[in-house]
């Protein structure tokens, strides 16, 4: 299975980004992905744009989301903004 | 008399009578620098986007013909001639002829050479009274390019497939340095580009909603800000930049963004510019334009960026009967697997009489204000019937 961050759910539509290479997007109807929400970080079997397993790794979703709440955070403090 | 004329005779007519005041031979050295200094006006002005290119091609083949009689004239003085020689004088009857005849005639008489193409980049840009907002066409996802004579402004960077066009289309306009960069939100289709951006051009502010997303595209984006040292500021309905030249931006949304939904954080501003005004909404919904209703900010535009690539979920009529456009601009791409514009949308801005532009159908969309009249240009024209129908599912 691949790893995809949940870029956005939106029109009945999940566009997935495929994390070890973002340039790669995939866009499939919701109903094959029920539960996932936006920034969701999954590990997916994908084959001719059908999802045949998939898991929402809640773990590393909150640790990238830690993570990247840190960044943002430096930058909103930062001395001069 | 148009007023390329009146410019243009007034000028030669000024400097012959300045250099005929002075003694001696100097006077025609006048006469030449006196053109030098009128040539460069008008190139000045032509960079600026204040004439027809061919104008210029026209104006340079005169003066060097003008030239070429002052020099004529000049050594002929020297050599101890008081009349000026007969070429010299058939020469300046051929400038003025030409200039007559040509100068009303310009943009049709020649091919549309790319003179912009043949000046420095700075150069590049807007008339000095102008104000250009380029919706560039990057697929589906929103870029847009707000230029002055004297500050350049993004909103949106387009996925990262576009991010070497988006650079690509700001270096043909000349923009050199960004002074505002605005993230309406953090999906990829609209933030996608800011790395390349940021590595193009210098950026002195970005504008960002600050709510978190897990992507790698929006941590490098983060990164890219952090490293090139550009001033992060949080985006709040009820800000505004002034962009100098009488045009302001003011921010109307978001007020309370949150990252379960990134949509419904996007940053939705107004541009005016005297009578004219732009509203841009990234990917804001129905429920974020209900929430812009009820802070009662001034709505009303000349030009709608319609939200959400031409959702159902955006545009409701509410908003569209505050902000009342007589343009909207839909930045959607070609063949989409979201099947934007939907037709509820369509529907709803024909039956509003509003001219809609698609970046999948007219390519570039390019409008021009001086703050009152508006011109648009497009790359491609498009049909009004398909204008108004949208892709089949």
Known sequence: MEKYTVDSVRDGRVTLLLRRDESVKIVLPQAQLPGVQESDIISAAISQGRVEDFKIEKAETQAVKVKIQAKLDKLKNRPGN | MDIERIIWIASLIGAILVAMLRKGGGRFGLLICLYGGFMYGFLSMAAQGGFEANYIVIILIINAVAVATGLIWLLASRAGKKKPPATAVLLLAVALAAGWYTLPLADQALPDWDIAAWLPSSQ????GDDLAVHYIDVGQGDSI???????????????????????????????EKLDLVISTHAHEDHIGGMVDVFTAFTVDEVLDPGVVHTSKTFENYLDAIEDEGITFTVAEAGMSRDLGDGIKMDILHPTNPSSSDLNASSVVTRLSYSDVAFVFTGDAESGDEKEILEHGFTLRADVLKVGHHGSATSSSSDFLNKVRPTYAVITVGEGNTYFHPHQETLDRFEAANVQVF???????????????EIEVNTERQAESGDVFTAPPR
């Open chain 2, 145 to 175: 390019l707000i230029q002055t004579a004297s500050k350049n402004m993004l909103i949106d960077a387009g996925p990262r497939s576009a991010g070497e066009r988006v650079v690509e289309y700001l270096q043909g306009q000349g923009v």
């Open chain 2, 358 to 372: 698609r970046s999948d159908l007219h390519g570039d969309i390019v409008f021009i204000t001086d703050g009152i």
């Open chain 2, 124 to 127: 590049k840009g807007v008339a």
